[in-house]
């Protein structure tokens, strides 16, 4: 059974922080990994990778995937309390996505 | 170019009673894909379906759960003899032929609440 294990459960940090959000997978026929924003309503895209050791980056975020050790990082520079969110991480095997159960970020202005 | 359009946004129903939630993919999208988020917990994947075809629905519950995407109409997830337990969000999500770059684009979701 494909699996996806986020870590930490949930973070707690101060305006100006920066943060990294953990990622780990077992799925079979991995196609890509995505990283979701989701705050009241529908998960919002983040990132999709695909390849191992090629940083993708939008402003603050930035996100990188390791095939090898099967993880991916998720990184948020100078945090803002706009960034409080639960953040999914997801793979896409089988025609499916995985989800697991996100990371909560706080973020105390 | 509307996206992923899903309603009833929210849904009260008594246990017992049947409930529909229908999803409008995005213009040109002809996978759709449901999801429940049960409270505090990931999204659980449900069902997967291209027009008039379900591709894989290794995630939905045996019992009092089908979903449908027609021809012509917006995909329909349907819980017959809600149960308490049914309470969540469904989203809805979908893609064109294959994972785009973009990945896939959900839509609100539709809580619902079984009292």
């Known amino acids: 059974e494909d699996k996806v294990v986020q870590s930490p459960l949930s973070l707690v940090v101060h305006e100006g922080d920066t943060v990294t959000l953990n990622c780990s997978y077992e799925?079979?026929?991995?196609?890509?990994l995505l990283w979701y924003k989701q705050e009241k309503k529908a998960p919002t895209f983040l990132f999709m990778l695909?390849?191992?050791?090629i940083e993708k980056k939008s402003g603050r975020l930035s996100s990188i995937l390791d095939k090898k050790e099967l993880f991916s990082i998720l990184n948020i520079t100078a945090t803002q309390t706009g960034d409080s969110a639960v953040y999914l991480c997801?793979?896409?095997?089988?025609?499916?996505?995985?989800f697991g159960t996100g990371t909560r970020l706080t973020i105390i202005p | 170019n509307a996206g992923v359009m899903q309603n009833p946004r929210h849904l009260v129903r008594r246990r017992g009673q049947e409930a529909r939630l229908r999803c409008s993919p995005m213009?040109?999208?002809?996978?759709v894909y449901w999801y429940r988020q049960l409270p505090e917990e990931g999204l659980k994947f449900m069902v997967y379906?291209?027009?008039?075809?379900?591709?894989?629905e290794s995630g939905m519950p045996k019992e009092r759960f089908s979903a449908e995407f027609p021809k012509e109409g917006p995909s329909i997830l349907r819980i017959q003899q809600v149960v308490r337990g049914d309470s969540a969000a469904y989203f809805c999500?979908?893609?064109?032929?294959?994972?785009?770059?973009?990945?896939?684009?959900f839509g609100s979701g539709t809580r619902l609440t079984v009292v």
């Open positions: 379906l291209q027009k008039e075809n379900i591709i894989d």
């Open positions: 997801a793979v896409e095997g089988n025609e499916k996505l995985t």
């Open positions: 799925v079979t026929n991995f196609r890509s």
């Open positions: 213009k040109g999208h002809s996978h």
């Open positions: 695909t390849s191992s050791g």
């Open positions: 999500a979908s893609s064109p032929q294959g994972a785009p770059n973009y990945g896939y684009t």
